[in-house]
């Protein structure tokens, strides 16, 4: 166990749908980073917040947005779902920015777009 | 830009040795970082180098060549429970990480 935790595990919705995953980063962890797999990929990154502020950016879609929030944890809002969002989504924390070397992940979301 | 490079699988036997290798290309290099999935489960971190040579944890040891901008994960005595995919990764100036797209590790027994 990690110490990263993120709710839902599963998540099946429609085209065009709005969902929210959230994560809750180990404590003392300063830094959330999200990330995106899809079957037999590697991990796309998408997002890093370090303490509230958006640190750096990736191949985040449009569609999608992210916020940390004061108590640390995070979400990350995709809409307008389209079959191809279909993928694990995982978030990460780390102590601080400075050891993003050393990320410690949650069991992950399974996002199914239908 | 940033990009790396991993074989997609590699098959070793069980009790041997197998090494993972990793070439990157990127801006403002900081480190190498190895990180072993399952199926089905979550990213681990492995190990890390930021300076030259070798690093060792117990079965497993990570090398980093800054100059030939390579590195690998060697992992000995191999046992079933290392089949997995393993990920190598790159920090950069810019605070993004670079996760290659990873090396299937298939033991036989």
């Known amino acids: 166990d990690s110490g990263v935790t993120q709710t839902p595990k599963h998540l099946i919705t429609a085209t065009g749908q709005r969902v929210t995953l959230r994560c809750s980063p180990r404590s003392g962890d300063l830094s959330v980073y999200w990330y995106q797999q899809s079957l037999d990929q590697g991990l796309q990154f998408l997002i890093q917040y370090y303490n509230g502020e958006e640190r750096a950016k990736g191949n985040i879609l449009e569609r999608f947005s992210a916020q940390q929030f004061p108590d640390l944890h995070s979400e990350l809002n995709l809409s307008s779902l389209e079959l191809g969002d279909s993928a694990l989504y995982f978030c990460a924390s780390s102590v601080d920015s400075s050891e993003s070397y050393e990320q410690y992940f949650g069991p992950g979301t399974r996002l199914t777009v239908t | 830009g940033q990009s790396l490079e991993q074989p997609s699988e590699v098959t070793a036997v069980e009790g041997a040795i197998v090494q993972i290798n990793c070439t990157y290309q990127t801006s403002g290099f900081y480190g190498l970082s190895w990180y072993q999935q399952h199926d089905g489960g979550a990213p681990t971190f492995l190990s890390y180098?930021?300076?030259?040579g070798l690093e060792e944890t117990g079965r497993f040891s990570s090398f980093l060549s800054r100059s030939d901008s390579y590195g690998y994960l060697l992992l000995q005595e191999l046992q079933m429970k290392d089949s997995a995919s393993y990920f190598c990764a790159v920090g950069g100036r810019d605070d993004k990480i670079i996760f290659g797209k990873g090396t299937r590790l298939h033991i036989l027994p």
């Open positions: 180098n930021a300076l030259d």
